[in-house]
């Protein structure tokens, strides 16, 4: 059963960082498969706004480009978001996301608001 658990969202000022922490419970198939974050601000759509390829490389959102980088470290089976220059528009609910060829697993979420 795999499991995916976030940390390290809470309240920050505009033009400060966070970093997210998503741990996942699950051995191979966390490092066999494609993690990412999601998003999703009061009222709006969840979205994708980072993620690694195929090839291990990683595509980011425009919105998000040069504040934001995924990470990942295999042997703690951990993909962390290192966010940076936070806007007031970056409020929302942060989800790790895993998919593998068969499902979709997602974290219960993180709440990141920033401040004007």
């Known amino acids: 059963q795999v499991q995916l658990v976030e940390s390290g969202g809470g309240l920050v000022q505009a033009g400060g960082s966070l970093r997210l922490s998503c741990i996942c419970s699950?051995?191979?198939?966390?490092?066999?498969?494609?993690m990412a974050w999601y998003r999703q601000a009061p009222g709006k759509q969840r979205e994708l706004i980072a993620a690694?390829?195929?090839?291990?490389?990683?595509n980011y959102t425009d919105s998000v480009k040069g504040r934001f980088t995924i990470s990942r470290d295999d042997a703690r089976n951990t993909v962390d978001l290192q966010m940076n220059s936070l806007k007031p528009e970056d409020t929302a609910v942060y989800y790790c996301?895993?998919?593998?060829?068969?499902?979709?697993?997602w974290g219960q979420g993180t709440q990141v608001t920033v401040s004007s």
């Open positions: 690694f390829t195929s090839s291990a490389s990683a």
């Open positions: 699950g051995g191979r198939v966390c490092r066999r498969n494609a």
């Open positions: 996301n895993l998919r593998t060829a068969i499902d979709n697993y």
